[in-house]
Each structure stands twice: as structure tokens, then as C-alpha cells.
């Protein structure tokens, strides 16, 4: 792969707000950037949907996540016409991107986190990119 | 440029509470750290700012991200004898940085991404520092 | 140290809900990674804690952090049967890392910044990561 073309993963939500495991597509595709050891930046480039890092062993926890979001939205008259303010809300307060660590070619994560998409206004056809950080 | 040396970006903010789009200022500086591939870190160094990426089409967005913010605040009798805690939590909340991608020495967001810096305890003169990470 | 060996830091939290400043061990174990200029990722491995940065000159903040926390969690029927959810989302919300410039061998930060551990589901025995990135 020429240096610096970023890989592409594709994530297809089903519902408004939801939250998808990515973490078998991440590892899956990691190899083809060739980093040995450093760090994976899985980037979202939406402004109404994010990426996360926790448990993803029971279903559960995602779900919790999902609607404690949608919860936490301040009930307020918001001024973008489109009328999705919350979603871009929770997009700007969970940031783009997650930044996780590489070592011999593999992500190490801790024993239960797993990488989630995080659908804020779909369902929609979603994209997530990533690149290689050098490491030492 | 030497090596390890960052950029540093003035911001002036006008209200106590505030998004400002920074999206052309981190552009124009980026080409001075020469870096080709990889991402840039976009580093606030203050406790009540931070950086958020957000739709930046439509000004409204960024005002009902500050509003939110603010709304999402709880009601808490804090301790911090300088009575700006709501600021603090902001930015831990926010957290102190965005990492960027970075490809042939163009930021590379998504098609509506802008990079706000955001203010929570203002008006002020701020920075934000940008540093070069490495890709393949 | 070989390459891409992490630094791991060992936390132990004393209560259910804690914030921790780990500025000094992240600076003490920074030098062991060899790295000259770029970033530093603290990486927080478990699902009911983070990192965060924010002032630590005043311990009233880091405490005043942690309630405005604990009070945004919104008051549902999560599913999860542990029976910590409030802790998985926060966890979610704040992000399993934060990465850090390093200039000269040296931790950057803010004058009034520091990194504290976030505990949300304590007391327990945590750890936390430092990775290299590096930069220009």
C-alpha cells in the first residue's frame, strides 16, 4: 500500500441511535497498513456519529451507552434547521476518533474493550478511516 | 523548522461561552510543521477550553454544541473557590485535544468536519499548539 | 527498552468514585520510553475508568470533576446485570486515552494541566499504558 493512503471500513446502521462493534473489522484491516509497532487512529468523518472504546463483551453495555447518550441531551430549542442538533452534540462530545495502541503488527486492547461506532442519526450507510501512527 | 518544535495558534474569544471556527487557522499553520503523512495533534493547553470537530457549514451548530454544553452542567454545589468548575468539568468532558489526519501535507477531514476551539470560561486571549505525529 | 515495549503505571483508587493525579508517575516513566520529540498516549486498558486532563494545582477541581460526572449520568433502567453501567458510559463518554506532546524528552502540558486517572467503578487495582508516537 503507498505510504499514507489510509484504509477505508464501511458500517451500515440500522437504527436512528445505535452502536455497532467494529472490532473485528479494525483488527481485520489493520494489516494492511503495515505498522509494526505504535498506534491505529480510527477516524470518524461525520459530525453525527463517533467512534468509542468499551466493554463489548455483553451486547448490553452498548446499548446502556446508547440510549445513556440520547438521555443526557439537554432538552433545548436548538437553531440548526435540520433539527439534529442532539446528534451533532453527542458527535462533538464523544470526539472524532480513538487512538489505540499497536504492537507487532496486532491492536492491544485491554481484556474487555472492544471498538464501537457510534450512530447518532440514522440509519445510515457510515464510513470509518485508519492510519498509522509511528511508534518507537 | 527544528525538530519538535510546535506551531502556536492565537484564538481571542469575545463571550463566556463559545465555539470559534479554527478550521482555516490549523490549515495555514500545518504546512509549517512539514509534515507529509500522518495526523496533527491539535493541543489546547488551558483547563476551561478545549478543541472539538463538528460541522462548521452552518455557524448554528457550533452555537447549539456551546449551549448544550452549558446545559448539560449539573446543578451541583462545587468546592473550587474560583467558581468555575462548570468550565473545568467541560473540558475534562471535551478533553485537551483533537488528532487530525494528515495526507500529502492537507488535513484530510471529512466532507463537513471543521475544528472548533471551544471556550467555556472566556472572554480570553488563548493558544492551541499543534504537533506533528508520524504516519507510514 | 525494545521497541514497542510499553511502560505500564499500576493506580490504586480508595473509593467507588475517584479522581487520581498521575502527572508525576507519567512524567517519572516517561523517560523510559527513549522518546525524544512527538506524543505521549496514556492508554487506560479498563472499561469503567479514563484519563482526563485538566488542572491539578487544586485538588477541589479533580473532586468537583468527578460529582459533575457522577451527576450527569442520567437516572435509567440500564440493562447491563452488573449493575454498573453509569460507569461503562462514563468511562465511554471521557475516552480510553489522551495523548500528550512531548518536547526534549520532556511531558508538555499547560501551566495549570495535569493528567489525572478517573475512577468509576472502585476501589480497585488499575493500570495504565504509556506509548510513544512519534513526531518531526
Given at each position: 500500500m503507498p505510504a499514507g493512503q489510509q484504509v477505508e471500513i464501511q458500517v451500515r446502521s440500522t437504527e436512528k441511535e445505535q452502536v455497532v462493534d467494529v472490532t473485528n473489522e479494525v483488527e481485520h484491516h489493520l494489516s494492511r497498513l503495515g505498522l509494526d509497532n505504535g498506534a491505529v487512529m480510527v477516524y470518524?468523518?461525520?459530525?453525527?456519529a463517533s467512534v468509542a472504546v468499551n466493554?463489548?463483551?455483553?451486547?448490553d453495555v452498548g446499548a446502556d451507552i446508547s440510549r445513556g447518550l440520547a438521555a443526557m441531551v439537554p432538552k433545548l430549542s436548538f437553531?440548526?434547521?435540520?433539527?439534529?442538533s442532539p446528534a451533532h452534540l453527542r458527535a462533538a462530545l464523544m470526539g472524532p476518533s480513538v487512538v489505540l495502541p499497536v504492537k507487532e503488527g496486532k491492536l492491544k486492547l485491554g481484556t474487555w474493550q472492544g471498538v464501537y461506532f457510534c450512530e447518532?442519526?440514522?440509519?445510515r450507510e457510515r464510513h470509518l478511516w485508519l492510519f498509522a501512527l509511528q511508534g518507537l
Open positions: 470518524c468523518p461525520h459530525t453525527t466493554e463489548s463483551a455483553d451486547p437553531r440548526h434547521a435540520e433539527g439534529n447518532f442519526d440514522g440509519p
